[in-house]
């Protein structure tokens, strides 16, 4: 994984001072890289059946329509509140000033449909375990969580899979 690490750019003090932002636009612009972490997102999954991934907006997006296609399976998007066009159920979630909400279709998943969620980081891990509940709330089982970056210190991980969520991110980053 060193060398999906090594394609990650770090950019200090962004959004905020003391922040170390994980930025992994140049991770998807190096087509190495990129196929790798595709592949690499879906190994500790591999023999599992999965109906759906479901990706975190935006770069869940990007990361999520790829494995779909890898995968040869339908893609979910989960978005903010007030972003999809149709019926939606949504699913709250503590910030550290205040609340946000995702979103998706009612139509998404199917009950009991198997679920795959991707994003590129976890962090506290709050929009991801929204997301887990948003999709066991459609009747979806989610099957894993797969994630580029894990930042280990602020323990998302941890949160999800006191949900009973298998996790695996492909490289960890020390501070936030």
Known sequence: MDHIKAAIRTIPDYPKPGIMFRDITTLLGDARAFRAAVDAMIAPHAGTKIDKVAGIEARGFILGGAIAHQLSIGFVPIRKKGKLPFDTIGQSYELEYGTDEVEMHTDAVKPG?????????????????AAVKLLRRAGAHVEGASFVVDLPELRGVERLRALDVPVAALVAFEGH
């Open 113 to 129: 449909e198997r679920v795959l969620l991707v994003d590129d980081l976890i962090a506290t891990g709050g929009t991801a375990e």
